[in-house]
């Protein structure tokens, strides 16, 4: 199982490009990579899933380098609205059934 | 149409009562999961159902945690003889089936259910 290590929390302000590390040092060969997010009383929305390369659609872009070990989530010219926790997941459960969510990293954008 | 749904959104009960929390999942989605989220933490797996398959039970925490799917519909899980330690939310998933190994579907959540064990 990939286990993946993500920071705690981090800030920044209106604007900036925040740019989010995940390590996966142990991913398997036919692991994704996939990032949610979640807001305060919300549940988790999907973002972005990569195997390998650059992915980017109309919300944020990942970088997978070739030794797919890391992934970083770019979210650009961030707002208030995306203060939120960010998880980043690889592969599945034991079981092949389900994602595991870590405890995330809190992204705090002030003004 | 709509998104998953959950009920209720609070349950507020004492120590020792059963209660059940109901998912009603997106329309067309095989893949339904179960999680539960305690204060300032990550998700914790509990359950797995996939059409008529066995559910994947391994996330359940003991044998006070169950839960039913009937066919492709509505999932309730049933947490009996409740402890504060139970006090979470309890977040439903559904996706279409999962693909290949290693390739997960997008899940969508529902909005969850805030659980407080007195």
């Known amino acids: 199982l990939a286990k993946t290590t993500q920071p705690i929390s981090m800030d920044s302000y209106e604007g900036q490009e925040v740019n989010i590390t995940c390590s996966h040092n142990?991913?398997?060969?036919?692991?994704?990579i996939t990032w949610y997010q979640q807001f305060p009383s919300q549940g988790p929305r999907f973002i972005i899933q990569?195997?390998?390369t650059k992915v980017t659609n109309e919300v944020a872009s990942l970088f997978i380098p070739a030794d797919r070990k890391s992934s970083t989530l770019s979210l650009p010219r961030v707002s208030l609205s995306d203060t939120a926790v960010y998880y980043c997941?690889?592969?599945?459960?034991?079981?092949?059934?389900?994602?595991?969510f870590g405890k995330g990293t809190t992204l705090s954008v002030s003004s | 149409g709509a998104g998953v749904s959950q009920s209720p959104s609070n349950k507020v009960t004492e120590k020792g009562k059963d209660v059940e929390l109901r998912c009603d999942p997106i329309?067309?989605?095989?893949?339904l999961y179960w999680y539960r989220q305690r204060l300032g933490q990550g998700l914790e797996f509990l359950i797995y159902?996939?059409?008529?398959?066995?559910?994947?039970k391994s996330g359940l925490p003991s044998d006070r945690f169950s839960a039913e799917r009937t066919g492709e519909s509505v999932s309730t899980l049933t947490i009996q003889r409740t402890q504060q330690e139970d006090s979470a939310v309890y977040l439903c998933?559904?996706?279409?089936?999962?693909?290949?190994?290693?390739?997960?579907?997008?899940?969508?959540f529902g909005p969850g259910t805030r659980l407080t064990v007195l």
């Open positions: 159902f996939q059409g008529n398959s066995a559910p994947d």
């Open positions: 997941l690889v592969g599945l459960n034991q079981a092949g059934t389900a994602l595991i």
């Open positions: 329309s067309g989605h095989t893949a």
């Open positions: 142990n991913i398997a060969t036919n692991d994704y």
């Open positions: 998933a559904s996706s279409f089936a999962s693909g290949l190994a290693g390739t997960p579907n997008e899940q969508f």
């Open positions: 990569g195997y390998k």
